[in-house]
DNA sequence: TTTTTTGTTCAGTTTTAACTGTATAAAAAA
DNA sequence: TTTTTTATACAGTTAAAACTGAACAAAAAA
């Protein structure tokens, strides 16, 4: 009588969840996914994840791989058992921050090194064309690379939690 | 003879500029349109940017508007003008991480009030029936809405600069 | 006022990303 | 080893987002 109305709520909350784990940058049935392996508290096979999530296991193979990639969920060993298990990270907080951060630190770092590539192309041309005008650019890319640079102290501050 | 070189240096500033824009969350259109603002250093009409970027008046209209909501980009006025002119925000680091900021804790803030109403209804089903067991539902809620807390809380410090 | 210019709305199209199912590979059991 | 079970690669399909163009609305000039 009463089982239907506590599982409207779980149900809500795995749909207001998953929401909160797309802002991470993660697809809606990545997810979805999570939220589930969260929520089931206990390790899920690929089986069980395609029939609970109505997906098929591709989809889970594929989604469960990112997953792990961020170490957002870690495979789960158990004796007799064949299939892989799997199981989401307790540590929300902590989890999301560190996949988070590293996302972003690294990506930074790396259009920061493609504008100081830029910058050292831009010395070469201005080396062998003495009267070219150039510093309008120069200065423009100088300000692009401290953005890089400032952004990336926010994020390494903010990894020291 | 040298012209070339230097716009091929400025195709790529615009270009390698734009993925990092893109790392806010702007579509790529978008991204590339503000790129396009702030190397320009100068207020620019619909018309110049779709022809710039060889793109429908209609996606620089809905664009620009997305980023002035953001304000990554201002409304300028130019006596005698009739077209309304648009120009970059020059402080890119300030701008990008105040808009940033604000979309996190916002979506944060909201998705926690959801969790907080989930909360409630729990505690309205436990008063009905007092047999059920929602200590593990409970709990989960408990973690989620701590972990949005967390966030909103780390991203409000950062605000502070 | 009427005419001209500029900006926006919205239905439809194109492009991109997400997802599926078959076929293959890898691994465990027989 | 062969047989059976499970996971992944990949081509193709479906779904979602980005983008366009015609028609409309708003604002300025005549």
Redesign the pocket.
């Known amino acids: 009588m009463n089982k239907p109305q506590t599982e409207n709520i779980n149900n809500k909350i795995l749909l207001e969840f998953t929401k909160t784990i797309e802002m991470f940058g993660l697809?809606?049935?990545?997810s979805r996914l999570f939220t589930y392996l969260y929520l089931a508290d206990k390790p899920m096979?690929?089986?069980d994840m395609a029939e609970a999530l109505?997906?098929?296991?591709?989809?889970m193979?594929?989604?469960?791989?990112t997953l792990a990639d961020q170490n957002l969920v870690t495979r789960v060993w158990k004796k007799g058992v064949?299939?892989?298990l799997y199981r989401a990270h307790t540590q929300l907080f902590k989890a999301f921050m560190i996949s988070y951060l590293n996302k972003w630190v690294e990506a930074v770092n790396q259009q920061k090194s493609a504008f100081i590539e830029l910058e050292q192309m831009m010395k070469e041309i201005k080396r062998n064309h003495t009267n070219l005008k150039l510093k309008a650019t120069e200065e423009r890319l100088q300000e692009i690379i401290q953005f890089h640079q400032k952004m990336e102290d926010v994020f390494r501050e903010v990894k020291k939690d």
């Not at 193979?61 to 791989?65: D, F, L, N």
């Open positions: 697809t809606p049935l990545e096979t690929l089986d109505g997906k098929s296991k591709t989809a193979s594929t989604s469960i791989r064949r299939k892989s």
